[in-house]
Antibody, heavy 116, light 110 residues
Framework: EVQLLESGGDLVQPGGSLRLSCAAS????????MSWVRQAPGKGLEWVSA????????YYANSVKGRFTISRDNSKNTVYLQMNSLRAEDTAVYYC?????????WGQGTLVTVSS | QSALTQPASVSESPGQSITISCTGT?????????VSWYQQHPGKVPKLMIS???NRPSGVPDRFSGSKSGNTASLTISGLQAEDEADYYC??????????FGGGTKLTVL
């Protein structure tokens, strides 16, 4: 069974940092790009970032470029999202997702709240 | 980059058909056949309903179908059922190697 388990969500002050993790199981991890998609409370889905299966190619939405860094450890079947210079508008549930354009598996999400 | 354009809400009666549009640009929908559609019930995780414009993953009812013309993709649901009431999102690959979502459409089955 394909599973994605996110962790790391928390309450953080504006300007602060947070690192999200996503542990994957049940599929050939290195064969797939991995993505992060977020959803602000009561709002729609927003693609945030993705990384190729090898980890050599990261991609970012303009809204997070320069502040967020995606990475993966293929020896641990885990993908990360390092979030710096957090803003109130980054408040959302962050979903880890398998693949980039054809997301057939989503994690349950982890809540990030940016507030003073 | 602005989100793909979807109607905010649509409604129809059970048993009828409905089409949700998703309009992008030549930098996304118009260039690639990499449009996906997701269904999200309140409080739930999104579910893939259509990929690559018109491919239906295993387990998705054949009442769901997708198409594309120019810069606009469409999701059609025939024989509407109460369980189809949900939010629907389109997404597309872009020329910047990123992905963009639509703003979402709330489907109400009257």
């Amino acid at each position: 069974e394909v599973q994605l388990l996110e962790s790391g969500g928390d309450l953080v002050q504006p300007g602060g940092s947070l690192r999200l993790s996503c542990a994957a199981s049940g599929f050939a991890f290195t064969s797939y790009a991995m993505s992060w998609v977020r959803q602000a409370p009561g709002k729609g889905l927003e693609w945030v970032s993705a990384i190729s299966g090898s980890g050599n190619s990261p991609y970012y939405a303009n809204s997070v470029k320069g502040r967020f860094t995606i990475s993966r450890d293929n020896s641990k079947n885990t993908v990360y999202l390092q979030m710096n210079s957090l803003r109130a508008e980054d408040t959302a549930v962050y979903y880890c997702a398998k693949d980039r354009v054809r997301i057939d598996c989503w994690g349950q999400g982890t809540l990030v709240t940016v507030s003073s | 980059q602005s989100a793909l354009t979807q109607p905010a809400s649509v409604s129809e009666s059970p048993g009828q058909s409905i089409t949700i549009s998703c309009t992008g640009t030549s930098s996304d929908v118009g260039t690639y056949n990499l449009v996906s559609w997701y269904q999200q019930h309140p409080g739930k995780v999104p579910k893939l309903m259509i990929s690559e414009v018109s491919n239906r993953p295993s387990g998705v009812p054949d009442r769901f179908s997708g198409s594309k013309s120019g810069n606009t993709a469409s999701l059609t649901i025939s024989g509407l059922q109460a369980e189809d009431e949900a939010d629907y999102y389109c997404s597309s690959y872009t020329t910047s190697s990123t992905v963009i979502f639509g703003g979402g459409t709330k489907l109400t089955v009257l």
